[in-house]
């Protein structure tokens, strides 16, 4: 998991996370050419509870694949 506490929004300690597909048939491919042949990437996605920011962690996985994906360009 990700340092992710305190939360930057508001200082708290209340985060919950979990780990989903970063797209599906019914929405955006969010992390395009970063997953595999059948698997998209996937996001931790951290919430904090008493504020309700939400952060999205992409994978160590999908991040080794920024440099050579063709969708990617760095900044």
């Known amino acids: ?3 992710v506490k305190p939360c930057p929004e ?5 985060l919950f996370a979990t ?3 970063a797209g599906s048939g019914y929405g955006p491919m969010l992390l395009p050419k970063l997953g595999g042949f059948i698997v998209p990437a996937t996001f ?3 919430v ?4 309700g ?3 999205f962690f992409a994978s160590s996985e999908a991040r080794s694949k ?3 994906a063709k969708k990617w360009v760095r900044k």
């Open 66 to 68: 920024l440099a050579t």
């Open 53 to 55: 920011l939400t952060r």
């Open 1 to 3: 998991m990700n340092p």
């Open 10 to 14: 508001c200082g708290q300690n209340n």
């Open 44 to 46: 931790e996605v951290v």
């Open 19 to 21: 780990t989903t597909n």
């Open 48 to 51: 904090c509870a008493d504020c």
